[in-house]
């Protein structure tokens, strides 16, 4: 029985293989919805979520019914852990009934605590520290658009949060160059850097948007202010005046550079509307590729 907290979870050899059922799947898509049972027919997955969602809980209920199974939406607001029952007595219910859990929160230290005490496989659907199932698309999606990642240069520009943690992460996982522009005071974890570069992983952090994006392969960015920081957004937008990915920047990339970005965007504040809609940006698969990358984690996950 394994875990996904984060993707250094995975072996850079599961991770491949992983990636490799993405391929399969979304390409065998149209045919495998006509099979039944599905590989995981009669399974059931809970979606345990107390922060909003778009495309994750999307792409793991529509993954789910794809491969044949059930999925449960719990929102805290609706569950007894919305009136403080431990995440520990909550897990080990669940895991009575359900096959697997996906789970998205506030505090890594929280899901932590949720797997501990599940007897099932737990996702991590997303935490203030780490965004691993969003990475397994965002790689998925630059192999598409560019080939083999390793040895490829990814510019990080903006906050250094969940998103940068697990693109560090990911650096150290598939072998890539990452530079990280951060404004003064929104770095990315220091220890999280150093134990990446102990895993041989080639990250720097820079002092400006320009330098990490010169002759970058892709430029990867994230909302100023997430979800939790609405308070903060006013004092982030000043702090990062000069991060915004533009036309500019994208310029100094690689030619053939793409733009990534996890989704929702604000036009006009970490990204223009030019690069967003523009040629360069691969936004739309990346969103579509958490489908077909959550599907493979789930079987994988299920020994399916």
């Not at 737990?122 to 630059?142: E, G, K, R, S």
């Not at 006009?268 to 691969?282: D, R, T, W, Y």
Request: glycine share 8%; net charge negative.
């Amino acid at each position: 029985m394994r875990h996904f907290l984060r993707l250094w979870d995975l072996t850079r050899e599961e991770a491949r293989a992983i990636l490799a059922r993405a391929r399969e799947l979304k390409a065998r898509r149209e045919e495998m919805r006509r099979e039944h049972p599905g590989p995981l027919f009669g399974r059931t997955l809970a979606l345990v979520f107390d922060k909003a969602s778009t495309r994750t809980r999307v792409s793991f209920e529509v993954g789910m019914m794809e491969l044949g199974g059930h999925t449960l939406y719990l929102h805290a607001s609706t569950t007894q852990l919305g009136r403080g029952e431990p995440p520990e007595d909550t897990a080990r219910v669940l895991s009575r009934m359900v096959d697997v859990i996906a789970v998205r929160t506030h505090a890594h230290a929280t899901l932590e605590r949720f797997a501990a005490f599940s007897s099932v496989p737990v996702i991590n659907a997303l935490t203030d520290a780490h965004h691993p199932c969003q990475l397994l698309a965002d790689v998925l999606t630059f192999e598409e658009h560019r080939g083999e990642i390793a040895g490829a240069t990814i510019a990080w520009v903006g906050d250094g949060n969940n998103m940068a943690h697990s693109w560090i992460e990911a650096a150290a996982l598939f072998g890539f160059r990452l530079r990280l522009a951060c404004p003064e005071g929104f770095a990315p974890d220091a220890a999280l850097v150093e134990e990446a570069r102990r895993r041989g992983a080639d990250v720097a952090l820079v002092g400006a948007p320009e330098e990490a994006a010169l002759g970058a392969d892709a430029v990867v960015t994230d909302v100023w202010a997430s979800m939790g920081q609405e308070e903060e957004a006013e004092a982030r937008r000043r702090a990062f005046a000069g991060y915004q990915v533009d036309g500019r920047l994208m310029r100094l990339a690689a030619p053939d550079a793409i733009f990534l970005h996890c989704l929702p965007a604000h036009r006009g504040e970490e990204v223009a509307a030019e690069v967003l809609e523009g040629p360069q940006s691969v936004v739309w698969d990346e969103a579509e590729n958490r489908l077909h990358t959550q599907k493979a984690l789930l079987l994988f996950l299920l020994g399916a």
